[in-house]
T-cell receptor
């Protein structure tokens, strides 16, 4: 049973560039959430996708956008990168509409460094 | 606004010791609470999930309790081992929508 996968593992960009991160949910899951984790901090919720629509959004600027595909995989796009965007980006998947809906399974993350 | 706090931020214990990690939250109207383990630079591994109607969950040497009225959860680790060294994060789900609010974590070091 495949768990949550993310690509790439590491990424180095310069300020002002754009980046796309990818996530495939755990087999059988249909909901994807993205989190940003700065060094030494707990993860912060960015947004969540279900049925190819953004369902919830955290306190992040519009430079952060996403997409969900019919196969439930998802992308996170960040435009006009800032130094402060350097972080570990985590993807979590879950199954909507069940008693265990809120149990989140996380991927290994993508380490983004902005120079 | 829900806020989650974990104390202490770091903990060092000798191997074999039983220990308790603490998590507190400001709004008792939670849907559930989840404990995670994170190794350096890695993703999160789910340890235990407690639904709001439950008081505790157990998995092996781990036991997590939940007291919604006091806004507290504890993670008990029995007979700690060096392999337990990691950062432990607690996260609160405030509704059935899947969004989690995390504490900053407790970094545990178990010395041989």
């Amino acid at each position: 049973d495949a768990g949550v996968t993310q690509s790439p593992t590491h990424l180095i960009k310069t300020r002002g560039q754009q980046v796309t991160l990818r996530c495939s949910p755990k087999s059988g899951h249909d909901t994807v959430s993205w989190y940003q984790q700065a060094l030494g901090q707990g993860p912060q919720f960015i947004f969540q996708y279900y049925e190819e629509e953004e369902r919830q959004r955290g306190n992040f600027p519009d430079r952060f956008s996403g997409h969900q595909f019919p196969n439930y995989s998802s992308e996170l796009n960040v435009n006009a990168l800032l130094l402060g965007d350097s972080a570990l980006y985590l993807c979590a998947s879950s199954l909507y509409g069940t008693d265990t809906y809120n149990e989140q399974f996380f991927g290994p993350g993508t380490r983004l460094t902005v120079l | 606004k829900q806020e989650v706090t974990q104390i202490p931020a770091a903990l060092s214990v000798p191997e074999g010791e039983n220990l308790v990690l603490n998590c507190s939250f400001t709004d008792s109207a939670i849907y559930n609470l989840q404990w995670f383990r994170q190794d350096p630079g890695k993703g999160l591994t789910s340890l235990l999930l407690i639904q709001s109607s439950q008081r505790e969950q157990t998995s092996g040497r781990l036991n997590a309790s939940l007291d919604k009225s006091s806004g507290r959860s504890t993670l008990y680790i029995a007979a700690s081992q060096p392999g337990d060294s990691a950062t432990y994060l607690c996260a609160v789900g405030s509704s059935n929508t899947g969004k989690l609010i995390f504490g900053q974590g407790t970094t545990l070091q178990v010395k041989p």
